[in-house]
């Protein structure tokens, strides 16, 4: 079982910038494709970035391709989201993600409201 904790989360201006953090209670964290995921009021879940085990490969949503950037610290456990130039479009619960094979493991979810 993996316990993963998102942090980061809040209130911004469109524009603004905010980093989420999300840390994962396993000793075997460089094993897991890690990924962001966000749910907006009304919608189903979406991916937003993925990164793979050593951080070599990454992929992004087109709607955040060149504002938000993922990446991953295995010494640490934790991946991260950065997100720059936010809209109110990028409002939404941001869930981690950590999938190894069959399994597949969320967080509680962070809040991120943009502001227009």
């Known amino acids: 079982q993996v316990q993963l904790v998102e942090s980061g989360g809040g209130l911004v201006q469109a524009g603004g910038s905010l980093r989420l953090s999300c840390a994962a209670s396993?000793?075997?964290?460089?094993?897991?494709?890690m990924g962001w995921f966000r749910q907006a009021p009304g919608k189903e879940r979406e991916v937003v970035a993925t990164i793979s085990t050593t951080g070599g490969t990454t992929n992004y949503a087109d709607s955040v391709k060149g504002r938000f950037t993922i990446s991953r610290d295995n010494a640490r456990n934790t991946v991260y989201l950065q997100m720059n130039s936010l809209k109110p479009e990028d409002t939404a619960v941001y869930y981690c993600n950590a999938r190894f094979f069959g399994n597949n493991y969320w967080g509680q979810g962070t809040q991120v409201t943009v502001l227009s």
């Open positions: 396993t000793r075997t964290f460089s094993t897991y494709i």
